[in-house]
Nanobody, 127 residues
Framework: QVELVESGGGSVQAGGSLRLSCAAS????????MAWFRQAPGKEREGVAA??????????HYAGSVKGRFTLSHDWRKSTLDLQMNSMEAEDTAMYYC???????WGLGGIDDYAYWGQGTQVTVSS
């Protein structure tokens, strides 16, 4: 069973930065996709960024609203997926969730494409 644990949420002023981390355990296959989703109050959960992983590498995909501001990084040894968030905006305020698939997914996909979810970490950006 795959388990995902998020950390790193908090509060920041607009223009500031935060870094989220997701630690994965239980994977037996190096080929899968991990992602960050977010859900603001009253809105649907949306994909933020995803990384398709394969032997020796990975390819990142970003939602248009965060491209150029957010960056994914993956540590194979620690099995972590980090989301560096820069130039943050009030619209980035949401609960952020780490998600992972059973197989390889190219692109962000939708919530139904992901089999595993973390508990979420709150991010609040004040303007």
């Amino acid at each position: 069973q795959v388990e995902l644990v998020e950390s790193g949420g908090g509060s920041v002023q607009a223009g500031g930065s935060l870094r989220l981390s997701c630690a994965a355990s239980g994977y037996t296959n190096s080929r899968h996709t991990m992602a960050w989703f977010r859900q603001a109050p009253g809105k649907e959960r949306e994909g933020v960024a995803a990384m398709t992983m394969y032997a020796g590498g990975g390819t990142a995909h970003y939602a248009g609203s965060v491209k150029g501001r957010f960056t994914l990084s993956h540590d194979w040894r620690k099995s972590t997926l980090d989301l560096q968030m820069n130039s943050m905006e009030a619209e980035d305020t949401a609960m952020y969730y780490c998600a992972a698939t059973n197989g390889v997914l190219w692109g962000l996909g939708g919530i139904d494409d992901y089999a595993y979810w973390g508990q979420g970490t709150q991010v609040t950006v004040s303007s």
